[in-house]
């Protein structure tokens, strides 16, 4: 039980496209989604969390209106980069769970996004 | 905030020998502290938590225990095998709607 999907897991985009990531729980409720980037040999950097109808809560330095986060449902939350520049080339990854703070995080398989 | 520190940074050990991984935190409000482990070009994957009113937990090969006097926790794995190998990072959370503050991750490598 308890799977996050997560598509596409990869995607080559052109600088000044936008790009849309999925985050799926298949089989639960998610009440809390996150969003994280992870670079290479490195921890996971949180972007935003996200909760059902509400506003996504950015963390400081994340541009909210390039990174646009949506969570029209307990089971869905998608992330957009908007107006990609090769810079943000990166490994994004999406986790969800069902409780508080003292329940675990279910995470997706990531997204290896290029922008050429 | 909540600062979680891990070492080592990577570890090296033979197939069959035991690997432990330590992480401190500072906030002493934190409750919850999940380990998961990340595969090359996969998502992170919970494989044991430990919640802070238990000072020990076990799973077959692996076991996580907790001083909250000393702010530390740690993984241990036992009888590690080459399928061991991957990431491994630790995180602190607090209960209600707290957010889990990550390690920097511990690359284990087991050599056959």
């Known amino acids: 039980g308890a799977v996050v999907s997560q598509h596409p897991s990869w995607v080559i985009c052109k600088s000044g496209t936008s790009v849309k990531i999925e985050c799926r729980s298949l089989?639960?409720?998610?009440?809390?989604m996150f969003w994280y980037r992870q670079f290479p040999k490195q921890s996971l950097m949180l972007m935003a969390t996200?909760?059902?109808?509400?506003?996504?809560t950015y963390e400081q330095g994340v541009e909210k209106d390039k990174f646009l986060i949506n969570h029209a449902s307990l089971t869905l939350s998608t992330l957009t980069v908007t107006s990609a520049h090769p810079e943000d080339s990166s490994f994004y990854i999406c986790?969800?769970?069902w409780g508080g703070g003292d329940s675990p995080l279910h995470f997706g398989n990531g997204t290896r996004l290029t922008v050429t | 905030g909540e600062n979680v520190e891990q070492h080592p940074s990577t570890l090296s050990v033979q197939e069959g020998d035991s690997a432990v991984i330590k992480c401190t935190y500072s906030?002493?409000?934190?409750?919850?502290f999940p380990w998961y482990k990340q595969e090359l070009g996969k998502g992170p994957q919970l494989i044991i938590d430990?919640?802070?009113?238990?000072g020990e937990k076990k799973d077959q090969r692996i076991a996580v225990t907790l001083n909250k006097t000393a702010k530390h926790f740690s993984l241990h794995i036992t009888e590690t095998q080459p399928e061991d190998s991957a990431v491994y990072f630790c995180?602190?959370?607090?209960?209600?709607?707290?957010?889990?503050?990550f390690g920097d991750g511990t690359t284990l490598t087991v050599k056959p």
């Open positions: 995180a602190a959370s607090e209960g209600d709607a707290g957010k889990s503050t």
């Open positions: 986790s969800a769970r």
């Open positions: 430990i919640r802070s009113n238990v």
């Open positions: 906030d002493s409000a934190s409750n919850y």
């Open positions: 089989d639960f409720q998610a009440t809390t």
């Open positions: 996200s909760n059902e109808g509400s506003k996504a």
